[in-house]
């Protein structure tokens, strides 16, 4: 069973960059295609990255061209850039991987979570 650890949210202003960081420990890293999702309070969680089991990247409308999502194998760690920041940003981001095929924006897809890292943005 593979654990999940993010980590580098906090409190920023409009315009700031932040980049979180997801730990993995207890499994094949490089198997699984990762994911981040963010929950703001009310909400769903939504998809915000991913990156594929071929490694192709995919975003969500509202983040392309502001965050980029990457993958440290060696280090078992996928990092989310966030850069532009905008209030609506805020939310509880997580970090999820998934190893079979499947729709990669569907949170239900996912086969492990971490417990999130609060990112917070003010205007």
């Known amino acids: 069973q593979v654990q999940l650890v993010e980590s580098g949210g906090r409190l920023v202003q409009a315009g700031d960059s932040l980049r979180l960081s997801c730990v993995a420990s207890?499994?094949?890293?490089?198997?699984?295609?990762v994911g981040w999702f963010r929950q703001a309070p009310g909400k769903e969680r939504e998809f915000v990255a991913a990156?594929?089991?071929?490694?192709?990247?995919y975003y969500a409308d509202s983040v392309r061209g502001r965050f980029t999502i990457s993958r440290d194998n060696a280090k078992n760690t996928v990092y989310l850039q966030m850069n532009s920041l905008k209030p609506e940003d805020t939310a509880l981001y997580y970090c999820?991987?998934?190893?079979?095929?499947?729709?990669?924006?569907?949170?239900?897809?996912?086969?492990?979570w971490g417990l999130g890292t609060q990112v917070t943005v003010s205007s």
């Open positions: 999820a991987i998934v190893r079979l095929y499947g729709n990669i924006r569907i949170a239900n897809e996912y086969d492990s």
């Open positions: 207890g499994g094949t890293f490089s198997a699984y295609a």
């Open positions: 990156l594929g089991w071929s490694g192709n990247p």
